[in-house]
């Protein structure tokens, strides 16, 4: 256990960058206060389906993120196999269960033998190892586009060995956690590799792992994970993540283990994903967060130097409720001003 917190107690200068990078975007982020729940709703929902299809195409489906949706809308697809669409299925309900609960979600053992049980829970062919760590040795492969095995990452943790790892690795990270003295974002990003190392569970590690680091950076108050998907950015970097993990991972139990080259990777990636949840309130992006309406009548004041409330109703033929609704929407994000108080209320675009 020991080995856990070496590893991290001398980080590299350009990490600790990072770090500091995303925790100035972290403070920025307060999509929480000033978008609806109905924005927020639309935005998550997007991510379930983009990162479902990410995490499972990393590992070789073949899914894209159109037949997702049309597969979680009851729509048979026929030209995919059955294990593609039950993988699909059980990750996408067990992260809409991470992104609306965590709060009240435990990080332990029973909690990680839960959330594989889940996850694999439509997978005939996983019946028999749902929830239980590995009976028999794993190897790590990597898959190319075609959901093939073009090599051997790394070797993993013997089977018989696997319980006391876990043991290790769960009780260390949550004292670690737990004490502080450590940033979160190592401690997370050391719990991943080492999990990802030990490979504790037949088939399914890589996809857990993208979950419980949902679950574990929304603990950590990173509470835009739900609007923007890690695992479509891990997708998009898949090269990059299997070198950062062989790298890192072949020093494990070493007398010099060295995990930067992941946490480096680890780190870019949320970086990455907290500037993207920071833009979703830039004007540029103005229109994935708005509905219909709300966008119809954005671009309306956007034309119209001041309106009032009746102006707008009359000349977007939208009903004056509808109309009052998205004007507070758009008040609070801060993309038009309102002058004047009551019936005389005018509004305006905001001048940044």
């Given at each position: 256990?020991?080995?856990?917190?070496?590893?991290?107690d001398?980080?590299p200068?350009d990490i600790?960058?990072?770090?500091?990078?995303?925790?100035?975007?972290?403070?920025?982020?307060?999509?929480?206060?000033?978008?609806?729940?109905?924005?927020?709703?639309?935005?998550k929902?997007?991510?379930?389906?983009?990162?479902?299809?990410?995490s499972?195409?990393?590992?070789?489906?073949?899914?894209?993120?159109?037949?997702?949706?049309?597969?979680?809308?009851?729509?048979?697809?026929?030209?995919f196999?059955?294990?593609d669409?039950?993988e699909?299925?059980?990750?996408?309900?067990l992260?809409?269960?991470?992104f609306?609960?965590?709060?009240?979600?435990?990080?332990?053992?029973?909690?990680?033998?839960?959330f594989?049980?889940?996850?694999?829970?439509?997978?005939?062919k996983?019946?028999k190892?749902?929830?239980?760590?590995?009976?028999?040795?794993?190897?790590?492969?990597?898959i190319?586009?075609a959901g093939?095995s073009?090599?051997i990452?790394?070797?993993t943790?013997?089977?018989?060995?696997t319980?006391?790892?876990?043991?290790?690795?769960?009780?260390?990270?949550?004292?670690?956690?737990?004490?502080?003295?450590?940033?979160p974002?190592?401690?997370?990003?050391?719990?991943?590799?080492?999990?990802?190392?030990?490979?504790?569970?037949?088939?399914?590690?890589?996809?857990?792992?993208?979950?419980?680091?949902?679950?574990?950076?929304?603990?950590?108050?990173?509470?835009y994970?739900?609007?923007?998907?890690?695992?479509?950015?891990?997708?998009?970097?898949?090269p990059?993540?299997?070198?950062?993990?062989?790298r890192?991972?072949?020093?494990?139990d070493?007398?010099?283990?060295?995990?930067?080259?992941?946490?480096?990777?680890?780190?870019?990636?949320?970086?990455?994903?907290?500037?993207?949840?920071?833009?979703?309130l830039?004007?540029?992006?103005?229109?994935?967060?708005?509905?219909?309406?709300?966008?119809?009548?954005?671009?309306?004041?956007?034309?119209?130097?001041?309106?009032?409330t009746?102006d707008?109703?009359?000349?977007t033929?939208?009903?004056?409720?509808?109309?009052?609704?998205?004007?507070?929407?758009?008040?609070?994000?801060?993309?038009?001003?309102?002058?004047?108080l009551?019936r005389?209320?005018?509004?305006?675009?905001?001048l940044?």
């Amino acid at each position: 256990m020991n080995n856990l917190s070496k590893r991290i107690d001398n980080i590299p200068a350009d990490i600790i960058a990072k770090i500091a990078k995303i925790d100035e975007l972290k403070g920025q982020w307060i999509a929480g206060a000033r978008l609806s729940p109905q924005v927020l709703g639309r935005l998550k929902k997007s991510v379930l389906i983009t990162s479902t299809g990410a995490s499972t195409r990393i590992e070789g489906a073949k899914l894209s993120d159109e037949d997702i949706e049309r597969l979680m809308r009851g729509i048979s697809i026929q030209k995919f196999t059955n294990r593609d669409k039950q993988e699909v299925q059980g990750y996408y309900e067990l992260l809409e269960n991470v992104f609306n609960t965590w709060k009240h979600l435990k990080f332990n053992e029973g909690s990680i033998k839960h959330f594989h049980q889940e996850l694999l829970k439509y997978v005939e062919k996983d019946k028999k190892h749902r929830g239980e760590y590995k009976k028999s040795e794993n190897k790590v492969h990597m898959i190319d586009e075609a959901g093939q095995s073009i090599g051997i990452l790394f070797n993993t943790t013997p089977a018989f060995l696997t319980p006391g790892k876990m043991k290790d690795l769960i009780e260390w990270t949550q004292k670690a956690l737990e004490e502080e003295k450590y940033h979160p974002l190592l401690i997370i990003g050391n719990f991943l590799v080492e999990f990802l190392k030990i490979h504790p569970f037949t088939d399914g590690n890589g996809r857990l792992s993208r979950l419980l680091t949902n679950l574990l950076l929304l603990q950590a108050n990173y509470l835009y994970m739900p609007y923007i998907s890690h695992e479509k950015l891990t997708e998009d970097n898949k090269p990059d993540y299997y070198v950062a993990l062989r790298r890192s991972q072949k020093t494990i139990d070493t007398k010099k283990e060295n995990i930067s080259d992941w946490l480096s990777f680890f780190l870019d990636i949320i970086l990455k994903q907290s500037q993207m949840a920071v833009e979703l309130l830039s004007k540029e992006n103005i229109e994935k967060i708005l509905s219909e309406k709300q966008l119809i009548i954005w671009r309306y004041i956007e034309e119209i130097k001041e309106t009032s409330t009746g102006d707008i109703t009359k000349n977007t033929g939208i009903a004056r409720p509808t109309v009052k609704q998205a004007l507070e929407v758009l008040l609070k994000l801060k993309k038009i001003e309102r002058v004047g108080l009551g019936r005389g209320a005018r509004y305006k675009k905001t001048l940044l």
